[in-house]
């Protein structure tokens, strides 16, 4: 009989195979192919060839859920149509609700509609106004793709896949691993709890980010409101979030 230490550590082991093989896609106890591996090296090379083709682009994030009634959803058309008037070419993730509306605004402004899509078995489509996209069968790289993709970032409400890319995008930030870019929270209603438990805990309670960290995101609460900011940021040759702190130092969380 093996000793407790050395099942226990199969077991993990075991375990952990089972998490690699269900994000590689890979069926259980088959090994991973090395064709697999290339497919993934694909993957990034197809969504960087295909980015390059937007040198000028705005991303809209939100939830997949909102129906086209919904208050956000009309939101995020009518900002993604003025911004795409502007020029900008409008990235989404290529789905229904918010990425839909945004696509939609875009696509009635005669300008470029891109969508960035993940093949899932529930609630993913590509929307009708997605003139332009890239599909992926791999989440980490279509995350990759999504936050390498523009010059400035809007985040409608939304869920878990929301709030991942938020998160994604402010640790990219906050540690230098990208090139500070702006980052727009719309919703007062739906953002400020969420802004104000980062600063009570993050910040104040338990320091685990400067303050500074929090000049990251700005949030603002109507389409108005987001355009004027927006076209404000997007003039800037550079955008520093705080001069000062990103120069000196990287806060590690």
């Known amino acids: ?10 077991r993990n082991r075991k375990n952990h195979d089972h998490r690699v093989e269900e994000v590689l896609g890979v069926k259980r106890g088959e090994p991973v192919s090395p064709w697999r591996i290339f497919r993934i090296m694909a993957e990034f090379v197809n969504g960087f060839e ?42 989404t993730g290529g789905g ?3 990425m839909e509306a945004a696509n939609k605004g875009a696509f009635r402004a005669g300008g470029k509609s891109v969508g960035i899509n993940i093949r899932l078995p529930l609630e993913q489509r590509i929307n009708k106004y997605v003139q332009e996209f890239e599909s992926f069968r791999y989440f980490f790289t ?29 640790t990219l930030i906050q540690t ?3 090139t500070p870019v702006p980052i727009i929270l719309v919703g007062k209603k739906y953002w400020s709890p969420l802004l104000h438990w980062i600063d009570e805990t993050f910040y104040r ?19 108005d409101q987001a355009y004027r900011l927006s076209k404000s940021l997007l003039r800037q040759k550079k955008y520093e979030p705080h001069s000062n702190h990103w120069k000196k130092r990287v806060y590690l969380s």
Not at 1 to 10: E, F
Not at 148 to 167: C, N, Q, R, V
């Open 176 to 178: 230098r691993k990208v």
């Open 205 to 223: 309670d338990l320091r685990t980010i400067a303050n500074e960290d929090k000049a990251i995101y700005r949030l603002v609460d109507t389409v």
């Open 96 to 98: 229904p609700g918010i």
């Open 142 to 170: 279509r995350k990759v793709m999504l936050v390498s993709a523009s010059k400035l970032y809007i985040f409608f409400p939304g869920g878990y896949g929301t709030m991942d890319e938020l998160f994604e995008l402010l």
């Open 50 to 91: 295909f980015l390059q083709n937007y040198k000028k682009a705005v991303t809209i994030f939100g939830s997949a859920r909102f129906p086209s009634q919904s208050s956000h959803y009309r939101a995020a058309e009518s900002l993604a149509y003025r911004l795409s008037k502007d020029g900008y070419a409008i990235i």
């Open 1 to 10: 009989m093996k000793p407790l230490a050395k099942q226990k550590s199969a």
